[in-house]
């Protein structure tokens, strides 16, 4: 028997529900900014209709590599 591993997909509200600290602000920032910041290419976005949702594992993963220097 295959087990389907566990995906986390979610919405804005529940991403930012999920990761306390990132404000709704830079959230905006990163999207509008998702083609230069890397973030569209992480696969961490998916676009369902004019709707964001998000892999949040993959996001995550994405905010974690923007440290700061």
């Not at 404000?23 to 209709?49: Q, V």
């Amino acid at each position: 028997m295959m087990s389907t591993p566990c995906i986390s997909i979610v919405s804005r509200k529940q991403l930012l529900e999920a990761v306390p600290g990132l404000e709704a602000k830079t959230l905006a920032y990163a999207l509008r900014n998702r083609h230069n910041n890397g973030l569209a290419a992480s696969g961490a976005i998916l676009r369902p209709g004019n709707a964001f949702l998000f892999d949040l594992e993959v996001f995550v993963t994405w905010l974690r590599s923007r440290k700061a220097v």
